[in-house]
T-cell receptor, first 112, second 113 residues
Framework: KQEVTQIPAALSVPEGENLVLNCSFT??????LQWFRQDPGKGLTSLLL?????REQTSGRLNASLDKSSGRSTLYIAASQPGDSATYLC???????????FGEGTQLTVNP | DTEVTQTPKHLVMGMTNKKSLKCEQH?????MYWYKQKAKKPPELMFV???????INESVPSRFSPECPNSSLLNLHLHALQPEDSALYLC????????????FGPGTRLTVT
């Protein structure tokens, strides 16, 4: 059974800092990996999707990498802003159109 | 348009009530999902519909009954729920067969009294 772990569980940083969120998964036979953001009481916003054949994806200040063989992904946030404060969730999909298995999330607080 | 809509936003129901949650997307996606999320926990998959057919049921109690009347709509019928079923219910959609994101709706906050 796939298990997804995210470290750290919580992170508090001053504004402007670059930071890295980590995600690991136990079964490397994944179809893709997706990073989401969730604000309190809200739905999930998709940030980046990395297909299993890709190594990284970038969107604005966000960069996500994938090392399938080692079962790891990182989300890099450059020049963090208070508006980045949210819970960040990593999820893997094992086959197309199937379940996403989520990590427990990293709660990020960016202090002004 | 990358929007998944869910109604209602909030729902309070008694244990003897029958209610339904509704989800709609107009992205042409043919896979739709129901997830349940408890406070400070990640979403947990309940059901997957692929091409309007139920493809995954994660051993969800029968008091939750999904329905996919067409490719744009997904319903979750609720009956005789328990207080522990109180949670945020999230709907998502994607296009099967291609590596596209799952897009999530804003959720319905359900409280069972």
């Amino acid at each position: 059974k796939q298990e997804v772990t995210q470290i750290p569980a919580a992170l508090s940083v001053p504004e402007g800092e670059n930071l890295v969120l980590n995600c690991s998964f136990t079964d490397s036979a994944i179809y893709n990996l997706q990073w989401f953001r969730q604000d309190p009481g809200k739905g999930l916003t998709s940030l980046l999707l990395i297909q299993s054949s890709q190594r990284e994806q970038t969107s604005g200040r966000l960069n996500a990498s994938l090392d399938k063989s080692s079962g790891r992904s990182t989300l890099y946030i450059a020049a963090s802003q208070p508006g980045d404060s949210a819970t960040y969730l990593c999820a893997v999909e094992e086959t197309s159109g199937s379940r996403l298995t989520f990590g427990e999330g990293t709660q990020l607080t960016v202090n002004p | 348009d990358t929007e998944v809509t869910q109604t209602p936003k909030h729902l309070v129901m008694g244990m003897t009530n029958k209610k339904s949650l509704k989800c709609e997307q107009h992205m042409g996606h043919r896979a739709m999902y129901w997830y349940k999320q408890k406070a400070k926990k990640p979403p947990e998959l309940m059901f997957v519909y692929s091409y309007e057919k139920l493809s995954i049921n994660e051993s969800v109690p029968s008091r939750f009954s999904p329905e996919c009347p067409n490719s744009s709509l997904l319903n979750l019928h609720l009956h005789a729920l328990q207080p522990e079923d109180s949670a945020l219910y999230l709907c998502a959609s994607s296009q099967p067969g291609q590596s596209y994101e799952q897009y999530f709706g804003p959720g319905t906050r359900l409280t069972v009294t």
